[in-house]
């Protein structure tokens, strides 16, 4: 089973419902997809055992067979490369990696060479085996990383997949593949309209899911006002509560600090398994 | 006229909450939601005025004409975003996943591929005194950056003669928009959390402004749900040599404001005077 966890909002506790949902698994493949910044480690603690480099393709002109014919500069949509004084000049933070250069050059002129945009780590923590990718800063795009990281996830055991924030294509590749989305979602206008995005996503991709209220208080609860308007089922409901966000800014596991959340999380878990056997 | 951007690396450290703020303080006469994934300004910002709408087109998409293909498979090989699918012995293109880069069309030996405009988001424009420039990226889509750079092309080219100040609402992350978000501003203030969360996210988001030439300042929001981590994101700022802007306590009611649709500044408590002190202290690197 592949349960992914996203929330449109940042902050609402995707990471704090993703590792205790791991956790709570027993064993389990912990996948932090959020590139930009990865936080699922800092719960988990792993012990590291493998680290590996991800690189995407660049462009490498060949000056000595480049006729500035401007074939390559006519080609790309992404104005990642110009001619600048009789020679093609290759912008690399501006390329998409698509290859179109190299491939369409009269000359063969342009070859493509590796350049790495981030890395991507795994290790134990008792149980849950954890994944993380971690994007280099100036980079712009870390789908490579979050394509890598989900190719490895683990097909013997349940895996819990940490989303990044927002809607757009990060998060359709990293939701793809799961049986179960949960949406997380805070009790305010922002949490509400967020999440509001978030459901019309998993709509979209036809994918089974309920909400986790997190930060509830007493009183208005947009959130929760949106799940009853379309019956969107709540599976969960943590509370408000100083000592939560206390052991979670400390980054600890709050289930193995708490028999009361321990509880509440192993009945959100049987609520999800339900449902992806029904 | 100047302009503040304000970002978190973290999501949900409050950043929209302080953007409104200073943007009620300065009596802002532009300004502009870059969170354009999920924005959410709009929703404190009440306008008399309906926005202009406009559409957003991306990048113009592959799109392959099922009666001149030959089934050759060439474009499915050569495309590097896995955005040619096999379909019953058909290719398509799913267009969530092409970039646009257009390889495909140039190299399709029967000519069967066309690239087609395609809406990805939607711009919106209030305009009366003010300026307020945001808009929405349609579901699923990439192409953030380039929606982020129109937004602040839009405040800029529609604002009001002699205004001094903008103030630009970021997205969290490191990534894409963020980046463009970054291009072309006077000072970014980092509205950050005492999580360890929040602190490692802090460092990336001043790695990133540092490295596209942005200067940062931090306050911390929260400060006192971790006392110990204020304190070492504070010793981190004085290592770095960031400039400190001030903290801002806990308080219930910046979520009965923000549920109100309010800024945080229409109501008196203890939040809104620490964030007038980080607004007056904010404005001293920027002017």
Do not use: W
Not at chain 1, 190 to 201: P, R
Not at chain 1, 210 to 223: A, E, H, I, M, R
């Amino acid at each position: 089973m592949k349960i992914a966890i996203l929330s449109g909002k940042g902050g609402t506790g995707k990471t704090l419902v993703s590792v205790n949902l791991a956790k709570a698994l027993g064993t389990a493949h912990y996948i932090d997809c959020d590139i930009e910044e990865p936080n699922g480690h800092l719960f988990f603690k792993p012990l590291i055992d493998s680290k590996h480099e991800i690189s995407v393709k660049k462009p490498l002109v060949d000056h000595d067979k480049c006729t500035a014919c401007r074939k390559c500069v006519e080609v790309c949509r992404f104005n990642a490369l110009a001619l600048i004084g009789g020679k093609i000049k290759v912008f690399d933070d501006i390329c998409h990696s698509c290859g179109a250069c190299s491939i369409l050059c009269p000359e063969k002129a342009i070859t493509e060479i590796d350049k790495v945009i981030g890395y991507v780590q795994e290790g134990m923590a008792d149980n849950v085996k954890a994944s993380s990718g971690f994007m280099n800063v100036g980079v712009a795009n870390g789908i490579p990383l979050i394509k890598s990281l989900l190719k490895n996830a683990s097909k013997d055991h349940d895996v819990v997949i940490d989303c990044p924030p927002g809607s757009a294509c990060s998060v359709m590749e990293s939701i793809q593949d799961a049986d179960y989305c949960v949406l997380v979602a805070e009790p305010s206008i922002f949490g509400a309209h967020n999440l509001e995005m978030v459901y019309d996503l998993v709509k979209l991709f036809n994918k089974k899911h309920g909400v986790v209220l997190n930060k509830s208080l007493t009183g208005d609860n947009p959130s929760a006002d949106l799940c009853h308007k379309h019956q969107i089922p709540i599976i969960g409901n943590i509370p408000f509560e100083q000592r939560i966000a206390e052991m979670n800014s400390n980054g600890d596991i709050i289930i193995d600090k708490d028999d009361h959340y321990k509880q509440l999380f192993y009945e959100i878990l049987l609520k999800i398994k339900e449902e992806v056997q029904s | 006229m100047k302009q503040l951007l304000i970002l978190s690396g973290k999501g949900g450290t409050g950043k929209t909450t302080v953007a409104s703020a200073f943007i009620e303080l300065a009596n802002a006469k532009a300004f502009a939601d870059c969170d354009v994934d999920a924005p959410n300004l709009h929703l404190l910002m009440s306008q008399d005025t309906k926005p202009l709408k406009k559409d957003f087109y991306g990048m113009d998409k592959a799109n392959i004409d099922q009666d001149k293909c030959s089934g050759c498979g060439v474009c499915y090989e050569n495309c590097r975003f896995d955005a040619i699918l096999q379909e019953e012995g058909r290719f398509i293109v799913d267009e969530f996943a092409c970039e646009g880069c257009a390889l495909c069309y140039e190299i399709c030996p029967e000519k069967a591929i066309t690239m087609v405009p395609c809406v990805i988001g939607d711009l919106e424009l209030y305009k009366d005194d003010k300026v307020f420039s945001s808009a929405k990226l349609r579901m699923g889509n990439g192409n953030s950056g380039l929606l982020v750079s129109e937004v602040k092309k839009q405040m800029k080219e529609n604002k009001i003669d002699q205004t001094k100040l903008a103030i630009i609402d970021g997205s969290p992350g490191i990534g894409c928009p963020v980046i463009a978000s970054l291009s072309g501003v006077d000072l970014v203030l980092i509205v950050t959390e005492p999580s360890l969360s929040g602190m490692s996210d802090l460092k990336r988001i001043v790695q990133t402004s540092k490295k596209l030439q942005a200067k940062p300042v931090i306050c911390i929001n929260k400060y006192d749900t971790n006392e110990e981590i204020t304190e070492r994101i504070k010793v981190y700022c004085q290592e770095e040599e960031l400039a400190f802007v001030g903290l801002i306590p806990y308080d219930m009611h910046v979520i009965q404001a923000v549920n109100q649709g309010k800024s945080i500044v229409e109501i008196d408590c203890k939040a809104s005077a620490a964030i007038k002190e980080v607004f007056e202290n904010t404005i001293k690197h920027i002017f």
